[in-house]
């Protein structure tokens, strides 16, 4: 019973500190979310005067309210919102399809060390290959629709969480394995209660650098071929000369990297809530 | 008898190629609700016994029987723990207990059951539904053994259990350890390198010689408080039964 109370009265101590130092967070001045926002606000105040200040014409550099504008002509004139979807849809949708399959295929490889070793070279090969290069063949073999963009986000999802998962399925204790074999575990048993989720942090990690190059495929996709998405706004608006486009459509593409970023770290958390956190 | 071993040889071939004796001509016996400890030298093949108990490999020479029974692979009447926990971190800590009968078709309440029962006997009630990162070394070590428990193991091998522990939760654990299993009246076999410990816990204690490792004394402890190890540590005769494993062990002869 001691060790309990023990545990308990430990437990308790860092609770009682608590207070003392949240009672001192408001006073601090050095907030790294006031001093980011200032930031935004300080490159948003230079973007806007900047440009006219040092004469720099707007089909260089548009100003804020000159992006605003066209942001706005673009909504009710350019079918914006029709890009816009069209784009996040396949971001997606390729990220989807693409991890599922690089996950399956590492997890697959991961519990067969004979065909790991088989078909390492060839994926060693296929990742270091730039996937990008590929959208001109994928335009050549399934022309100017949806399927060209799809197949470049899928393939360059694919490999960063087939790589992660693969090498976490390698790198599981052995001696966790040992004792769910101990535990009479079959090799299915195994997988679904030890590696599987010894595995998760990785594929996680994976997931989020996935998210962040799924917008490269699609927009790669869409400058290439194609006469819907952001990224064709992105060549449309360079051949017209019409930065203040060019600027649109790259903030709309960031904005939907971050949202699949953020929702994947939500996922995250949730998933991994018995991981103990660093705070601060 | 719940273990015997019979002129027990384990040979392995190292990576080298060449022929290495782990242990050479190992007979001893432990009865049933006994606690036995084996000490001896680093390499003298203290983890060989065990593995061999467990049915992780086989003898090359001898026989291994638990109750009465040839070892010929893993089996649910060993359970062991070692140096590690090995408590799953996704798991909370009545679901880690819980992990050795799922497998072994035992229906859900009833697993549930058991592991309620192990976890108040390891003094961890009220922790069921924390995560292991929530406890601390010892308690994740209670929580280990309960899953032990939890499989009705007929002998528990014991891994240096305790060797990772500081010194204070070590002495604790220890304590709690011998309660519990002399509640259950399991019958228990530790490996240690901690000559102490081995006198504190066990009715009997097995002195190995170095490699090849063979029983070179067998010495039993003549003491009370086997499920009280807090209270034998006080006694004046436990300095006895530790300087004659070690003048067993030639600790001497090796300092000088």
């Known amino acids: ?280 | 008898m719940a273990l015997e071993f019979r002129n027990v040889t384990k040979k392995f071939t190292t990576n080298a190629g060449d022929r290495l004796t782990a242990v050479s001509d190992v007979s001893f016996r432990v009865d049933e609700g006994e606690f036995v400890s084996v000490v001896g030298p680093s390499g003298c093949g203290k983890s060989t016994i065990l593995s061999m108990t467990a049915g992780l490999y086989q003898p090359s020479d001898g026989e291994v029987l638990v109750s009465d029974a040839a070892v010929t692979g893993p089996n649910a009447h060993v359970g062991f723990m070692l140096q590690k926990d090995l408590l799953l971190p996704w798991r909370s800590i009545i679901s880690n207990i819980e992990f050795g009968l799922e497998a072994r078709g035992v229906a859900k309440a009833e697993r549930r059951a058991r592991a309620m029962k192990e976890l108040e006997h390891c003094q961890l009630a009220g922790f069921d539904s924390h995560y292991p990162y929530q406890l601390s070394g010892g308690m994740r070590q209670r929580a280990a053994l309960a899953r032990t428990l939890a499989i009705d193991p007929e002998i528990i091998l014991l891994d240096e259990p305790f060797s990772a522990l500081d010194a204070q939760t070590k002495l604790l654990l220890q304590n709690s350890f011998a309660g519990t299993i002399a509640k259950t009246g399991k019958t228990t076999l530790l490996i240690t390198h901690d000559l102490v410990e081995a006198v504190l816990m066990s009715d009997r204690i097995l002195v190995l010689s170095e490699r090849p490792g063979t029983v070179v004394a067998e010495i039993k402890v003549d003491l009370p408080k086997r499920d009280r190890p807090i209270e034998r540590r006080v006694m004046p005769e436990v300095s006895d039964y530790a300087a004659q494993l070690f003048k067993h062990l030639k600790l001497e002869e090796k300092a000088a």
């Open chain 1, 1 to 280: 019973m001691t060790d309990t109370t023990q545990a308990v009265a430990g437990r308790s101590a860092p609770a009682a500190k608590a207070p003392a130092s949240k009672g001192t967070r408001p006073m601090r001045l050095a907030n790294p979310l006031y001093a980011s926002l200032g930031l935004l606000v300080l490159v948003l105040l230079a973007w806007e005067f900047l440009p006219p200040a040092l004469d720099v014409p707007k089909f260089i550099i548009p100003t804020l309210t000159d992006c605003l504008a066209e942001l706005s002509r673009m909504w009710a004139f350019e079918g914006l919102l029709g890009h816009f979807l069209s784009t996040a849809l396949y971001t997606v949708l390729g990220f989807a399809i693409g991890s599922l399959l690089g996950a399956v295929l590492g997890y697959l490889l991961g519990m067969s060390e004979f065909w790991e070793k088989v078909l390492s070279p060839y994926i060693l090969a296929l990742q270091i290959a730039p996937k990008v290069a590929f959208a001109p063949l994928f335009i050549m073999w399934f022309g100017y629709n949806a399927m060209p963009k799809l197949l470049v986000t899928v393939l360059i999802v694919f490999f960063p969480v087939l790589v992660n998962v693969l090498q976490a399925m390698r790198t599981v204790d052995r001696d966790l394995v040992n004792l769910a074999r101990a535990y009479n575990l079959g090799r299915l048993g195994v997988f679904w209660k030890v590696e599987m989720p010894s595995t998760l942090p990785n594929l996680m990690a994976g997931l989020r650098i996935a998210s962040t190059l799924a917008v490269i495929g699609v927009t790669v996709g869409e400058l290439v071929g194609g006469n819907t998405g952001l990224g064709f706004l992105i060549s449309y608006g360079g051949g017209q000369a019409n930065a203040a486009m060019v600027f649109n459509a790259i903030l709309l593409l960031t904005v939907i990297g971050y949202a699949l970023y953020f929702a994947l770290v939500k996922i995250e958390t949730r998933v991994l809530h018995y991981l103990p956190r660093a705070e601060h």
